[in-house]
């Protein structure tokens, strides 16, 4: 069974730019979470959506930030225009239950 | 106060060495529990839930405190492998949405 894949894995991007990442869940998981690691810190909840319903998205960290799940599969976080603390790596992670399964992240780096 | 808290470390043991990471938690009312693995620039892995009765996994032994509120992860006879970050993942309570609050993460260091 194939896991969660994000793509890209990694984005360098100016200050300013558009970047839109995509996650693809574990098919059948309704669930989809996306999480942000800044370096140091501790791993921070974005959002959640239940199929194309966006749950909660009280870890948004402002209105640059846009997810959306059409269709209730694959997902993309589109931030716009990135500013440099948005730098960071950027997890999506599915599940069916409470067990959410990870996928490999994209670090973005925003220069 | 943090809401989940751990000891960063690292914890620098032997192989063969037993290890303990605590995991303090600050919502009385959390409903689940987990513990993950992080290898160094990959994504968490989940290791195992932690249930009220406790429970476990081959060398690995998960409990939950809830009068103190902290979950533990022991690590009997480690191998060189289970070198990692362990995160602690606590679910607050909350209608259909869970939203897990990670820990910092524990590193582990298992040299020969």
């Known amino acids: 069974e194939a896991g969660v894949t994000q793509f890209p894995s990694h984005s360098v991007i100016e200050k300013g730019q558009t970047v839109t990442l995509r996650c693809d869940p574990i098919?059948?998981?309704?669930?989809l979470y996306w999480y942000r690691r800044v370096m140091g810190k501790e791993i921070k909840f974005l959002l959640h959506?239940?199929?194309?319903?966006?749950?909660?998205e009280s870890g948004m960290p402002n209105n640059r930030f846009l997810a959306e799940r059409t269709g209730g599969t694959y997902s993309t976080l589109k931030v716009q225009p990135a500013e440099l603390e948005d730098s960071g790596v950027y997890f999506c992670?599915?599940?069916?239950?409470?067990?959410?399964?990870f996928g490999p992240g994209t670090r973005l780096t925003v220069t | 106060r943090k809401e989940v808290e751990q000891d960063p470390g690292p914890f620098n043991v032997p192989e063969g060495a037993t290890v303990a990471f605590n995991c303090t938690y600050s919502?009385?009312?959390?409903?689940?529990f987990f513990w993950y693995r992080q290898d160094c620039r990959k994504e968490p892995k989940l290791l195992m839930s932690v249930y009220s009765s406790g429970n476990e996994d081959g060398r690995f032994t998960a409990q939950l405190n809830r009068a103190s509120q902290y979950i533990s992860l022991l690590i009997r006879d480690s191998k060189l492998s289970d070198s990692a970050t362990y995160l602690c993942v606590v679910n607050p309570p909350g209608g259909g949405s869970y939203i897990p609050t990670f820990g910092r993460g524990t590193s582990l260091i298992v040299h020969p």
């Open positions: 098919s059948g998981h309704d669930n």
């Open positions: 992670a599915s599940s069916h239950g409470l067990s959410q399964y």
């Open positions: 959506f239940v199929k194309e319903s966006k749950q909660d």
């Open positions: 919502n009385s009312a959390s409903q689940s």
